[in-house]
C-alpha cells in the first residue's frame, strides 16, 4: 500500500508565492513519476504538472513560466514552486505518483488527499 502526503498549501494575496510539497510512502518499489493535479469547484480535475524518474516535465499551459515541479528519487518527494499566482489558481491541489509495488513493470495512479490553495485578488 501507498501513502501520499501533502503539504503546504493556504491562502495567499494574488501575485504571491506558495510551495506545495508531497512524499510517497508505503511499499515502493519504484516511482515512475510524480505530479500535481488540481481541481476547481464545478471543474474537472486538471494536470497541473508532472515530472517522470528521468527529470522530464510537462506543464499546464496556463501554468508555464510562473510553477516550477522538482522531484527528489532518493526521498520519492515532489514539489511545486507557485509564484505570480492568481485568483484562477484556486483550487484543491493533489499530489499523484505512479508507483510500482513489486519488480514488474505495473504502475499504478496513487492520489493524495488534496490541500487547499486559495488565492485573493
Known amino acids: 500500500q501507498v501513502q501520499l502526503v501533502e503539504s503546504g498549501g493556504g491562502l495567499v494575496q494574488a501575485g504571491g508565492s506558495l510551495r506545495l510539497s508531497c512524499a510517497a510512502s508505503?511499499?515502493?518499489?519504484?516511482?515512475?513519476?510524480m505530479g500535481w493535479y488540481r481541481q476547481a469547484p464545478g471543474k474537472q480535475r486538471e494536470l497541473v504538472a508532472i515530472?517522470?524518474?528521468?527529470?522530464?516535465?510537462e506543464y499546464a499551459d496556463s501554468v508555464k513560466g510562473r510553477f516550477t515541479i522538482s522531484g527528489d528519487n532518493a526521498k520519492n518527494t515532489v514539489s511545486l514552486q507557485m509564484n505570480s499566482l492568481k485568483p484562477e489558481d484556486t483550487a484543491v491541489y493533489y499530489c499523484?505518483?505512479?508507483?510500482?509495488?513489486?519488480?514488474?513493470?505495473?504502475?499504478?495512479?496513487?492520489w493524495g488527499q488534496g490541500t487547499q490553495v486559495t488565492v485573493s485578488s
Open positions: 499523484k505518483g505512479v508507483i510500482s509495488t513489486t519488480r514488474l513493470p505495473i504502475y499504478v495512479d496513487s
Open positions: 515530472i517522470t524518474s528521468g527529470g522530464s516535465t
Open positions: 508505503g511499499s515502493i518499489f519504484r516511482v515512475n513519476a
